[in-house]
């Protein structure tokens, strides 16, 4: 299914929200913000966790878990700063855990069982409430850890796009369209998928010890979606010479980073995990790693009938894409290959040095190869995820520096929970006013990211790669 809405935000009207029962609107009850409420009345946000059949190809039905009845969700339309109550319904045998990826909320409703959240038993019910915030485009996916069973977690079509209204309303376009990309039929593989390194990757690589063992297992996978549809099944998304459209992108994907192109178009991004950048810049190609979301206004001056999808022939072979009609074109739909290009966040931020932070967090990221058969292990600052030990204490209100340093060849989206921060080096480039809750560090790669605990509680740090997640690279602060 194309989400999508025409004119602006305002003038949203779903149809698939409604018959999927996604009731959205203020709530004026007055349960405590963390608090279960009684069940009585409608709530405002209702998610149903249950088995669904997805007809992602011709003769083609995957068996998943998803919400709502349909991959993805239904689009979760909520307003900053006004309360929802939430019901979460369990139709499976297996307790579950629903995150508010990239919300500002308390850990008990976050989401995750490291930060000790409320969790959907087995065929059962959770209530209660929350505040949207902050305004953009934001997800909401299962967080349960399913190491070596690939029917559980992300793997499954337990995703949806969240997007929480602004109080004020800027930006002007004719239609709006949320694409979600996703891979099925996962199995293990010993395939690595290297990446292009320049001289001083390189140099890093070289220097540190070399692991004895072989690398552990992989990840690869059979079929490749946008909003649960292979290329070429399904319906288009149909546009209008002229318009200006505003697509969000979403990677739901479990491990995989992706790139996206439109042939004979430009993306203007707008925002970066639903935050605004500093500058707005027109790129030919996206990238997003896993769990990354994009926002970027096309305007559509180049008729006929295109394939949006991935520059990777097999990849989109294998249907990562969807055709962009133009009204009144008929045809094959075209793909064109883009040019080489290079994904810099620093495109989209202001040339200028961070202020000093109060403290410097450093974040060293190492692996330990399985070996044949195994699975590979992950460390942040030498050591795997202990859920025994004492998380790191921050102090709400003082600004921290994540100083991440990637001393592995894999590229890693990390995440930081019920937070966003500020990139303020990217590869030894200072920058600023580019805002996220993703970042994508490439191999023997550095960024540092800036910010500043919004709430007390627990907050995790992990890896969005399920597999690195799974297998040890998460790590737990503390705010106080």
């Known amino acids: 299914m194309v989400h999508t809405t025409p004119h602006t935000r305002r003038g949203f009207v779903s149809g698939i929200t409604a018959g999927m029962g996604m009731l959205l609107g203020a709530c004026n009850r007055t ?6 409420t009684p069940d009585t009345g409608k709530a405002d946000v209702t998610l149903r966790i249950g088995p669904v059949l997805v007809d992602i190809a011709k003769d083609h039905t995957i068996s ?7 991959v993805p969700g239904p689009v979760i339309r909520m307003r900053e700063g006004v309360p929802v109550v939430v019901d979460l319904f369990n139709d499976t045998d297996s307790p579950e855990l629903v995150h508010w990826h990239g919300q500002i909320i308390p850990a008990d409703v976050d989401g995750a069982a490291e930060e000790k959240s409320l969790m959907v038993p087995a065929n059962g019910h959770l209530r209660y409430r929350l505040t949207p915030q902050p305004a953009g485009a934001r997800w909401v996916h299962s967080h349960v850890m399913p190491m070596s069973d690939l029917s559980r977690g992300t793997y499954t079509g337990q995703f949806g796009f969240v997007y929480i209204e602004p109080k004020s309303e800027p930006g002007a376009y004719d239609q709006e369209i949320f694409l979600a ?9 010993t ?31 059979q079929r490749f979606t946008i909003n649960g549809k292979c290329l070429g099944f399904g319906e288009p998304v149909r546009v209008k010479e002229g318009q200006r459209v505003l697509f ?40 997003l790693g896993t769990a990354e ?13 295109w394939i949006l999808g991935t520059p990777k022939d097999d990849d989109r072979r294998d249907g990562m894409g969807i055709v962009v009609e133009y009204a009144n074109q008929t045809g094959q739909p075209r793909w064109i290959k883009p040019a080489k290009h290079i994904w810099d966040y620093t495109l989209f931020g202001d040339k200028r040095t961070a202020a000093a932070p109060d403290e410097v967090i450093p974040m060293a990221f190492g692996k330990i190869n399985g070996g044949t058969g ?7 600052n030498g050591k795997s995820f ?47 006013g580019v805002v996220k809750d993703v970042v994508m560090l490439k191999g023997f790669r550095k960024i540092d990211a800036d910010f500043t605990p919004a709430m007390e509680g627990l907050v995790l740090f992990h890896c969005h790669q399920q597999l690195h997640m799974d297998y040890g690279f998460k790590l737990l602060f503390k705010v106080t």
Request: charged share 25%; glycine share 8%.
């Open 181 to 189: 990309t996703h891979e099925w039929e996962p199995f293990y593989t």
């Open 31 to 36: 349960a405590p913000e963390t608090a279960a």
């Open 293 to 305: 979301r994009i926002d970027a206004v096309v305007e559509m001056k180049n008729p006929g009938v």
């Open 248 to 287: 969000h992108f979403l990677n739901a994907s479990a491990t995989e980073n992706i790139e996206l192109a439109l042939p004979g178009h430009m993306f203007q991004i707008v925002a970066l995990d639903g935050n605004p950048v500093a500058r707005p810049q027109a790129v030919e190609v996206l990238e």
């Open 191 to 221: 395939a690595e998928e290297g990446e292009e390194m320049d001289a001083d990757q390189k140099a890093r690589m070289a220097a540190l010890p070399k692991d004895p063992k072989p690398n552990g297992w992989e990840i690869g996978y």
């Open 386 to 432: 202990d859920e025994k030990a004492e998380p790191k204490v921050l102090q709400k209100g003082k600004r921290y520096r994540l100083a991440f340093d990637n001393q592995t060849d894999d590229t890693h989206p990390v995440h930081l929970h019920r937070n966003s921060f500020e990139l303020t080096n990217v590869h030894g480039k200072a920058t600023g």
């Open 374 to 380: 195994g699975f590979n292990h992950w460390t942040v």
């Open 64 to 70: 998943t878990i998803g919400y709502n009845g349909s």
